[in-house]
């Protein structure tokens, strides 16, 4: 060993030495800070499941290759970064010797050609993220860049190490080469021979590479540990165990997506009749309150920027960001922690945990940290402005794009669970929305007595629940169904297909009441139990004796459908629920239902996101069009899981929009701009926000906003009345 080797050894040995204890100490950190999170047990169960999906989004990239070319190159970063790191041990042993190699595989030829391989790869993928970063930067001209609100010196900083880490790989092999000590042949390692043939024949070269990529690889582990908010960089090793326990490793899409996680409290779920708010957590008033998956999901971000690419609030000028929202509480979480760790904290009355000794010794930024509210404006230093909170619309676009499972609506539902029952604190009109749900059993307000008015003037019975007993399905109609105008024109549709295809069907009638979607979203958990144990009660007597598998409820109301096939079953509602597409396209794919005169004109479809999105129903709908409409559907350009929000998801439809662009406009100006004259929804709620929209526009007189199931009749049936020119009466 010569004096470079020497020099080299002990350079590498002492960054090394400094990296690892820096690392360990921040590994001890970020798990303390982790575990300050409630219990969340539910986590750790199905672990076959779990390990099959992280390997598979994992290794598989299914995530991030929804974005091909992003997900390509980050693919073979990844891999270049897992394999490669036997590269960089292996410049421990180069160090030292100027022929030193890794132990046993160091000197296979498979070797040699896999990781000259992967390193190209590598090098491509790394310099089309840095393309792609430099393009988005969110200082450049024109447009709104996905990395706003990023931290951009990091993702550089990252991107470079990876960079450098990929090119000092090939520098040691050329000195390998161009000294003759390299073992594979030229075949195998083509562009390690050409670094080698432009590199000088020094000796000492390759001890000299090896330590620089020791210094450079150490470094980035330095700064990751000294920044353990970074999480650019982190996400490599989070990403893992926060897949790992996502809520539902089964699902085929975001986990968080579909229903909401209940109400817990200590890891529990909470009786309402039994629930004692000086006892019992209701919602999340401090950062601490969320579970430890939540503060896992936080400090997994990797501030990459799609979630709030595709969120509706945040393209329309909204102060809702989806990243900047879990970027705020990661930063409040880490800054709160020491005093957390201390003995700090809330109790559930307000009062504070810890004693004067325990929290002598901590900084007054700590302490400052402590006291600031999780929801506030910037006069009272919130850390979340109500505005973000109350900006969305629970569409799922965050969740859906998010490559590392981050489950965004759950935590924003968590927050405004604590300000509706517990602070009372929500935009003011929602509250009459409240008093309906609480007084009337739906939104509008509108008498019970009248939820069956939608059936006069229909040529057939409509039958009811306890009047018949041989029925096939049960008919949700929901609030809106039965009480908005527009939305009983679907309700009418539907029955009538569904009578024309001979399918046996009840309604409850009077007897149904709000599923209880608006409250749940809004943070009313308390309104929707009452509500849903009402229903489950209702549903369960009218099923009463038959098995889950003829249990059947159709319903044309996404939000419906979602919350009786995915929450009831919380509260003890197992039913098998299909919105009204699926069971449309069964009957026209069946022969039950034959369309006989196509409709034209031009139709795109917009995908309910309570349809799509969180529920996958992408297929049924387009079938049923497909089979109904002249020509083609002319999608829009954000359709299926990208589908753009119409705006009234979350409780929004009840709530005004004052900030920025309305979601809805910006969706039918892109509907507009299809050229279609019919716009197919699959929800009463996208019928009406749409509507607005297309009214707003000035353009009710040339584009048409209807639901699905009246094209299909309309092709049915082509003597039925058409739109707005209904006969029958249907004002409620």
């Known amino acids: 060993m010569g004096s470079v080797q020497i020099v080299t050894t002990i ?17 001890l950190k970020m798990t303390a800070v982790i575990r300050l999170g409630q219990p969340a047990p539910e986590r750790f169960a199905d672990k076959g499941a779990r390990t099959k999906t992280m390997l598979v989004e994992t290794a598989g990239h299914t995530r991030m290759l929804k974005w ?12 270049g970064f897992i394999v490669l790191s036997l590269l960089v041990l292996e410049a421990y042993f180069e160090v030292g010797t100027t022929n030193g190699g890794l132990p046993v595989i160091g000197h296979w030829t498979i070797f040699g050609l896999v990781t000259e391989i992967i390193g190209v790869l590598g090098l491509v993928g790394i310099l089309v993220l840095m393309a792609i970063r430099l393009r988005n930067r969110p200082n450049r001209p024109g447009g709104r860049s996905r990395f706003t609100g990023s931290t951009m010196w990091q993702g550089y900083f990252v991107e470079w190490i990876v960079l450098l ?55 980035w582990l ?24 996502k809520r539902e490793p089964a699902k085929p899409a975001g986990s968080g997506l579909g229903a909401l996680r209940p109400m817990t409290s200590q890891g529990k ?43 509706p609030a945040w393209n329309t000028g909204k102060p809702l960001s989806p990243k900047l929202l879990v970027l705020s509480l990661r930063d409040h979480a880490y800054a709160k922690a020491p005093y957390l ?4 904290g809330k109790d559930l009355t307000g009062e504070e945990k810890a004693t004067q000794a325990q929290l002598a010794h901590l900084d007054v930024l700590s302490l400052a940290e402590g006291d600031k509210p999780l929801i506030g404006d910037a006069e009272s230093g919130g850390v979340i402005d109500p505005d973000v909170l109350w900006s969305c619309t629970t569409c799922g676009a965050c969740v859906e794009q998010c490559p590392v499972d981050i489950e965004h609506v759950d935590h924003i539902v968590d927050m405004r669970r604590y300000q509706v029952l517990i602070e009372s604190s929500f935009p003011s009109e929602a509250g009459v929305m409240l008093r309906n749900l609480e007084n009337k059993g739906n939104p509008w307000g509108a008498p019970q007595n009248t939820r069956e008015d939608w059936t006069k003037g229909l040529d057939f019975e409509v039958p009811r629940v306890g009047e018949v007993d041989d029925f096939e399905y049960l008919f949700w109609v929901g609030c809106a169904g039965a009480f908005e105008d527009r939305a009983k024109k679907t309700t009418r549709a539907v029955a009538t297909l569904l009578n024309e295809a001979g399918v046996k069907f009840a309604i409850l009638g009077e007897g149904e009441t709000c599923s209880g979607d608006p409250a ?10 009452m509500l849903a144990q009402q229903n489950v009660e209702t549903l369960n007597e009218a099923f009463e004796g038959r098995e889950k598998a003829k249990r059947k409820i159709v319903a044309t109301c996404p939000h419906c459908f979602n919350t009786l096939g995915n929450e009831y079953g919380q509260l003890g509602g197992e039913f098998e629920v299909v919105h009204h597409t699926q069971l449309l396209a069964h009957l026209v794919s069946t022969g039950k239902l034959t369309p006989v005169q196509p409709v034209d004109g031009g139709v795109t479809y917009h995908d309910p996101c309570y349809l799509g999105r969180h529920n996958r129903v992408f297929a049924a709908p387009r079938e049923v069009l497909g089979d109904a409409i002249e020509g083609e559907i002319a999608e829009m350009p954000r359709n299926s899981e990208r589908s753009f929000c119409c705006g009234a998801g979350g409780a929004r439809m009840w709530m005004e929009e004052k900030i920025g662009k309305r979601i809805n406009v910006d969706r039918v100006e892109e509907a507009m701009a299809t050229g279609a004259k019919t716009v197919a929804v699959g929800c009463p709620f996208c019928s009406t926000m749409l ?24 092709s049915v049936k082509p003597e039925q009345p058409q739109g707005g020119k209904e006969s029958a009466p249907v004002a409620g």
């Open 11 to 27: 350079l590498a040995a002492g960054i090394t030495a400094v990296a690892v204890w820096l690392a360990v100490r921040a590994v």
């Open 68 to 79: 091909s070319v992003v997900g390509a190159a980050h693919w073979f970063v990844m891999v």
């Open 165 to 219: 880490v990929l090119i000092f790989g090939f520098v040691i092999r050329g000195f390998k080469v161009a000294t003759d000590h390299f073992e594979f042949p030229f075949w195998a390692t083509p562009v390690s021979h050409a670094f080698g043939a432009v590199l000088p024949d020094w000796a000492d070269g390759v001890s000299v590479a090896a330590a620089i990529k020791i210094i450079i690889s150490m470094t």
């Open 222 to 245: 330095i700064v990751i540990s000294l920044n353990v908010t970074m999480g650019v960089a982190w996400h490599r090793f989070l990403a893992f165990p926060n897949i790992f326990f």
């Open 269 to 311: 779920p909470l009786d309402f009749e039994e629930a004692d708010p000086e006892k019992d957590q209701f919602g999340v008033a401090h950062v601490e309150q969320f579970s430890w998956k939540g503060l896992l999901d936080f400090s997994t971000c990797t501030e990459c920027g799609r979630c709030q690419s595709q969120c």
């Open 341 to 344: 760790l201390a003995g700090g």
């Open 520 to 529: 749940r979203r809004i943070g009313n958990e308390f309104v929707f139990q």
């Open 691 to 714: 509507s607005d929209g297309v009214n707003g526009k000035g353009a009710g007189e040339q584009v048409e906003v209807i639901d699905v199931a009246t094209v299909l009749l309309r």
